[in-house]
């Protein structure tokens, strides 16, 4: 109903955003060539950022823009695991055996990542997605692991995703040699103003619109509320639009802003 309302073609504001029609602003082009760099170096990196950012997204596009025959894309979400089970799914999304000794375990991961980058010439590319909630012991595991060959070897690529604490976290003392392991840091910001309103017009753009949906006070509006969030801006505008629709505002102002954010805070 709100597409016809609005002349639009395709659902504004959605998660499920094909790769080349995101919306790449000045810090994801950033990000962007740091990922070039890991793939042509290997190496660990940590990727951090607040909650609607798009980390998840920056992921999502690094794994469909790898060349699948060169690279092995592996996915956890470890949450709050122990270091048996974070080796468990390590070894599982490997492909490896199933096993349940944490020192077989251990060996069977180091052979399995270096047999991938030898012998098959694929590096696997690791991804440790909400590593803020990882327990301190496997960070030490993580430590252990990541010795190849008397630490003279990177056969792959590591990546701990999490928020901003997560640095300050690893730059503990006992995290020493962890940390210096890193080789790539990258903390993505919020959108700034003028980039918050270009993700909009951006989004609208692509769904289809052809004439003005928000004015700018409602796109002040949304900044000031959302302070760049982009998960806050989709929820925003999308409520947004679906409230005009139903009451039949062609233009979307301020005013419905407000209306639907008081609506979205008690649904919070």
Do not use: W
Request: charged share 20%; with cysteine; glycine share 4%.
């Amino acid at each position: 109903m709100y597409r016809q309302f609005f002349n639009l073609t395709d659902t504004p504001f959605k998660k499920s955003l094909q790769i080349e029609k995101l919306f790449f602003s000045p810090q994801f082009n950033e990000l962007s060539a740091r990922f070039e760099f890991l793939k042509c170096n290997r190496g660990f990196m940590l990727f951090t950022g607040d909650s609607g950012t798009g980390k998840t997204t920056a992921i999502r596009y690094l794994f469909e823009t790898i060349k699948k025959s060169s690279f092995l894309p592996v996915y956890l979400q470890l949450s709050t695991v122990t270091p048996i089970e974070f080796y468990r799914q390590l070894n599982s999304a490997l492909g490896g055996e199933l096993l349940f000794r944490k020192c077989d375990l251990f060996v069977s991961i180091q052979k399995l990542i270096l047999d991938f980058s030898i012998n098959k010439n694929r590096i696997p590319i690791i991804v440790l997605d909400e590593s803020h909630f990882l327990k301190n012991n496997i960070f030490f595991e993580l430590q252990l692991m990541l010795n190849f060959n008397i630490d003279s070897l990177d056969p792959a690529i590591i990546i701990m995703v999490g928020h901003p604490h997560l640095y300050h976290r690893l730059n503990a003392p006992v995290y020493t040699s962890l940390f210096n392991r890193i080789n790539i840091f990258f903390n993505l910001p919020y959108l700034s103003k003028s980039e918050s309103f270009e993700y909009i017009n951006h989004h609208l753009k692509i769904s289809g619109a052809k004439t003005e949906i928000f004015n700018q006070n409602a796109l002040n509006t949304i900044f000031n509320i959302s302070n760049g969030n982009i998960r806050l801006i989709n929820r925003l505008a999308f409520d947004a639009i679906l409230y005009a629709t139903q009451n039949k505002k062609d233009l979307i102002d301020e005013n419905i802003i407000f209306i639907v954010s008081n609506y979205s805070n008690k649904k919070d």
